[in-house]
């Protein structure tokens, strides 16, 4: 069974700081998904790391996987305030229903 | 967009009521899941829904849950005798494929269902 851990659980850090997210799991993942979550809000899809050596970013944050080291990192640039959320990765092992496994989480706040 | 919408968007019952969850998924979606989030904790996979069936389920789905897809559009979770570890956030999601080449299985969520037990 697939099982996806990250660390820090809990992150705070000051505006303009780099910091970086680490999920590793436990076996072979066909894809990475990163998601934040807003307090009491849902899931909102970030990026989609489909392949070994895949890196994307958009604004600030930066996702890339290592398929060999079981490894994606999620790597915030100049944090601000607005980042402030939880991150969640998440494996699947695909199938027939792509079903996610979420990691525990990380909370990030970004302190002014 | 298209989005996913679910109601109610909080419910607040009696342990031994059942309750039932609604969705809507995206319209042209065939793959439906519902997770469940306990507060605090992590985001937690119930049970995957295609072509009219369960697919996959966990552990924690046993006999108390059900899902049902009752006229082509709406999405139900059913809890028929609701205890207090029952309340959570239940997210509801969908996709239009489960993954494969070229595409990225990404599921969609909705705001979620927030269900508290008395």
């Known amino acids: 069974e697939l099982k996806v851990e990250q660390n820090p659980l809990f992150l705070s850090m000051q505006e303009g700081k780099n910091y970086t997210i680490y999920c590793n799991y436990s076996?072979?993942?066909?894809?990475l998904y990163w998601y934040r979550q807003d307090p009491g809000k849902s899931l909102e899809s970030l990026f989609v790391?489909?392949?070994?050596?895949a890196v994307k970013q958009e604004g600030r944050l930066m996702a890339s996987l290592d398929t060999k080291a079981r490894l994606s990192t999620l790597h915030i640039t100049a944090a601000v305030h607005d980042l402030s959320a939880t991150y969640f990765c998440?494996?699947?092992?695909?199938?027939?229903?792509?079903?996610?496994?979420f990691g525990t989480g990380t909370l990030l706040a970004v302190q002014p | 967009e298209p989005e996913v919408t679910q109601t109610p968007s909080h419910q607040v019952t009696q342990m031994g009521q059942e309750v039932i969850l609604r969705c809507v998924p995206i319209?042209?979606?065939?793959?439906f899941y519902w997770y469940r989030q306990i507060l605090g904790q992590k985001v937690e996979f119930l049970v995957s829904?295609?072509?009219?069936?369960?697919?996959?389920k966990s552990e924690i789905f046993d006999d108390q849950f059900s899902v049902e897809r009752p006229d082509g559009s709406n999405f139900t979770l059913k809890i028929r005798s609701t205890k207090l570890e029952d309340s959570a956030m239940y997210f509801c999601?969908?996709?239009?494929?489960?993954?494969?080449?070229?595409?990225?299985?990404?599921?969609?969520f909705g705001e979620g269902s927030r269900l508290t037990v008395l």
């Open positions: 076996t072979t993942s066909d894809r």
């Open positions: 999601a969908s996709t239009r494929t489960s993954g494969g080449l070229l595409n990225t299985g990404e599921l969609f």
């Open positions: 829904f295609y072509n009219n069936e369960i697919s996959e």
């Open positions: 319209s042209n979606h065939l793959y």
């Open positions: 998440a494996g699947t092992y695909g199938g027939a229903t792509n079903k996610l496994i």
């Open positions: 790391l489909l392949s070994n050596g």
